[in-house]
T-cell receptor, first 115, second 111 residues
């Protein structure tokens, strides 16, 4: 039981390049999330998917797109990377539905630098 | 608007010196108050969920408590391995499946 996995762990991009961050969970959770974490800013929600087939914007969605590929996988795409997108990106999942299922479980993160 | 505020931003303690971290929250209809631990270079690790005022949960040297406006994470006789950033988050019935995180308290325990 790996929990939430993310690839890659580290990435360096040049301004204007594109890339996709991958996330998968094996806990049969309904909901999945993408956050970014910057010093002094805490965790900010980029996009989330409450259930398979749905996606919604979070607090900071500009410059990003997401795909909920199936119940297990949720990817985050940067179409044209900018230095302001340098950050640590975390994927999380939660069961959803029942009260105890709103606890979120996080992956190890992807450290992205845009030069 | 739902909001979570943590204090202090940073706390340095001597090994064995007990203390508390504070989390103030404003949410319409609390569904859950969560505590996480985050070590440098890693993702947040879930610790506790509290659902209603008066509830308490314990794990080793940590005890989380909840009132109608605040939650406290009490650390009793901490050890250096308790050094980490502790994050508080809340979920309200109006926010669907989203949760709001505070900016965390960086805890450092000196041997």
């Amino acid at each position: 039981n790996a929990g939430v996995t993310q690839t890659p762990k580290f990435q360096v991009l040049k301004t204007g390049q594109s890339m996709t961050l991958q996330c998968a969970q094996d806990m049969n959770h309904n909901s999945m999330y993408w956050y970014r974490q910057d010093p002094g800013m805490g965790l900010r929600l980029i996009y989330y998917s409450a259930s398979e087939g749905t996606t919604d914007k979070g607090e900071v969605p500009n410059g990003y797109n997401v795909s909920r590929l199936n119940k297990r996988e949720f990817s985050l795409r940067l179409e044209s990377a900018a230095p302001s997108q340098t950050s640590v990106y975390f994927c999380a999942s939660s069961g959803g539905g029942q009260a105890s299922s709103y606890e979120q479980y996080f992956g190890p993160g992807t450290r992205l630098t845009v030069t | 608007e739902d909001q979570v505020t943590q204090s202090p931003e940073a706390l340095r303690l001597q090994e064995g010196e007990s203390s508390s971290l504070n989390c103030s929250y404003t949410v319409s209809g609390l569904r859950g108050l969560f505590w996480y631990r985050q070590d440098p270079g890693k993702g947040p690790e879930f610790l506790f969920t509290l659902y209603s005022a008066g509830e308490e949960k314990e794990k080793e040297r940590l005890k989380a408590t909840l009132t109608k406006k605040e939650s406290f994470l009490h650390i009793t006789a901490p050890k250096p391995e308790d050094s980490a950033t502790y994050l508080c988050a809340s979920s309200g019935y109006s926010s669907a499946s989203k949760i709001i995180f505070g900016s965390g308290t960086r805890l450092s325990i000196r041997p």
